[in-house]
């Protein structure tokens, strides 16, 4: 039997014991609570929570904007870590757009796009940011000049073989960065699902124009090489006497000469608008009379193919004026290769235009892109050259 001393100190240790465990789910459940409320992006959380946090592109930039508003006082846990040089000010920093919405922007641009869709696009790795690509030096279909020196021939019995080797060089692309930048007024942000379409729908349209725009006219400084800059784009001259502001239907046929064989499967005709009208008035002539090339047999009365030499023709803003080089331009653009890294990266500030009561949300894209060819490639039995870019020259 114990005495009462020996009760008392045992109730002692009992209580402890209890008291010590009523401390530990304390703190356990306060730590749940902070990190639920308060998640780093070094915690890691369920899978759902992880993909999924929000319904929509809007209900992100919403959450973000309150945020922001309310210095982070009503933190939503759905947010992930802002991340830069800004942390210290979550109202100047940058939360990172959700991946899948993204994704959705970054997918729009490629598969929207009459001419990014279209080039060859190459992902690359998230330690990387440039790329160096093993080409095949060819400037020559002649023998001894195919794949850079690889040459086959005919041999008499016992003769003595002479080896070849080919010859490689390097397409080095760095990647270079393009912003869009867009305000949503404080209205429309009270309407998540209407913000989310605003934000796709310009994001992407920009995005395309911008990316286009380099394709073709790009120069290389800060931005992809494009098209017109590149050394291997061939321009053809005009005809003798031709008016000023005209395109012939001689022009397309020379300039379908002088594409490689090869790419002509999968060329397209990039054209100003308003080179339009000249090719519903353009015919071949026929004796003394001329037949339409570029209208259907049904006449006005029917659509337009839209195509020469079955190829399709695509109007576009940055095809340059009509007679300026440029206007018109035949191009393979799988031969246009394009790197990017990633998906976007987006930040947001209430500061920009505070006094206007707009949010302005910006997005990172890091991209770069220029041809494979180093050169035009001369046929075997000589001749012109050909290219996979081919343009028609001023007509002033």
């Known amino acids: 039997m114990l005495n009462e001393e020996q009760k008392k100190e045992l109730d002692g240790d009992i209580q402890k014991i209890v008291d010590e465990r009523v401390q530990k789910q304390v703190e356990e459940e306060l730590a749940k609570q902070i990190v639920k409320r308060f998640t780093p992006s070094e915690i890691i959380v369920t899978k759902d929570e992880a993909d999924q946090p929000f ?4 209900e992100q930039l ?13 933190h939503d846990a759905r947010l992930k870590a802002p991340t830069g040089l800004s942390e210290g000010q979550p109202s100047e920093g940058g939360f990172l757009v959700q991946t899948d919405f993204a994704t959705t922007l970054l ?24 790329i160096k690509i093993p080409a095949v030096s060819e400037t020559s279909r002649a023998d001894g000049s195919r794949f850079g020196g690889i040459r086959a021939y005919w041999l008499n019995e016992a003769g003595t ?6 010859a490689f060089s390097q397409v080095a692309l760095e990647l270079k960065k393009l912003i869009g930048l867009c305000y949503a007024t404080d209205e429309l942000l009270q309407d998540a ?17 911008k990316i286009t725009d380099a394709i073709l006219n790009g120069d290389g400084a800060g931005k992809p090489l494009g098209i017109e800059s590149a050394p291997c784009v061939i321009s053809v001259a005009k005809e003798t006497g031709q008016a000023a502001d005209t395109v012939v239907f001689e022009n397309i046929i020379n300039m379908w000469a002088r594409l490689y064989a090869p790419c002509r499967t999968n060329a397209v005709w990039l054209i100003s608008q308003d080179v339009e009208p000249q090719l519903y008035s353009m015919a071949l002539a026929v004796g003394t009379g001329g037949v339409p090339v570029y209208m259907p047999a ?14 399709p023709v ?33 930040a947001s500030s209430i500061h920009v235009n505070f006094t206007t009561d707009e949010t302005a949300f910006r997005f990172v894209y890091r991209v770069d892109g220029q041809p494979w060819w180093k050169s035009a490639l001369t046929p075997f039995n000589g001749g012109n050259t050909v290219s996979p870019f ?5 007509r002033a």
């Open 62 to 74: 919403v959450a973000v904007k309150n945020f922001a508003v309310t210095s982070g006082m009503k």
């Open 298 to 311: 049904g006449g006005i009365s029917g659509a337009p193919y839209g195509s020469l030499m079955g190829r």
């Open 107 to 130: 997918e729009k641009v490629y598969a929207d796009s009459s001419v990014v869709s279209r080039v060859t696009r190459m992902p690359i790795s998230a330690n990387s940011n440039a």
């Open 55 to 58: 319904e929509s592109l809007g």
């Open 193 to 209: 699902p209407a913000l989310g379409s605003w934000i796709k729908m310009a994001f992407a349209k920009e995005f395309d124009f």
């Open 161 to 166: 073989k002479t080896a070849s080797q080919p």
């Open 390 to 394: 081919v343009n028609l020259a001023e």
């Open 314 to 346: 695509l109007p576009i803003e940055q095809c340059d004026n009509v007679g300026d080089v440029g206007d018109i331009v035949l191009a393979d653009l799988s031969q246009y290769i394009m790197i990017d890294k990633g998906g976007i990266q987006g």
